[in-house]
């Protein structure tokens, strides 16, 4: 089992930029295909962005791929999220979430793709 623990949530006003992590531990990191997915009140989880274990495959919802970007630190164990350009809809709690992957370049889009996740950390945009 992998513990996942977000940090880097906050409020920011709309326009702004933050910077979300995902520390990793129990598994070996470089073989964890990575998540951020993200729940508003009374909406389903939905995906927001992952990365291979590689690093070299990267997917993103359509709404934040010209202003999110994922990326991961295999030496730190920790993957990261930058969000710039923010916008009140993408108000919610942000996981991460983790998959042990066989295949070097996978990225997994689906709630059910990931076996481990964090308890969410709160980002709240403000018009």
């Known amino acids: 089992q992998v513990q996942l623990v977000e940090s880097g949530g906050g409020l920011v006003q709309a326009g702004g930029s933050l910077r979300l992590s995902c520390a990793a531990s129990?598994?070996?990191?470089?073989?964890?295909?990575m998540g951020w997915f993200r729940q508003a009140p009374g909406k389903e989880r939905e995906f927001v962005a992952a990365?291979?274990?590689?690093?070299?495959?990267?997917g993103y919802e359509d709404s934040v791929k010209a202003r999110f970007t994922i990326s991961r630190d295999n030496a730190k164990n920790t993957v990261y999220l930058q969000m710039n350009n923010l916008e009140p809809e993408d108000t919610a709690v942000y996981h991460c979430a983790a998959r042990e992957s066989g295949m070097v370049n996978w990225v997994g889009r689906s709630v059910p793709s990931y076996d481990d996740w964090g308890q969410g950390t709160q980002v709240t945009v403000s018009s």
């Open positions: 129990g598994r070996t990191f470089s073989r964890l295909a």
């Open positions: 990365i291979s274990w590689s690093g070299r495959n990267t």
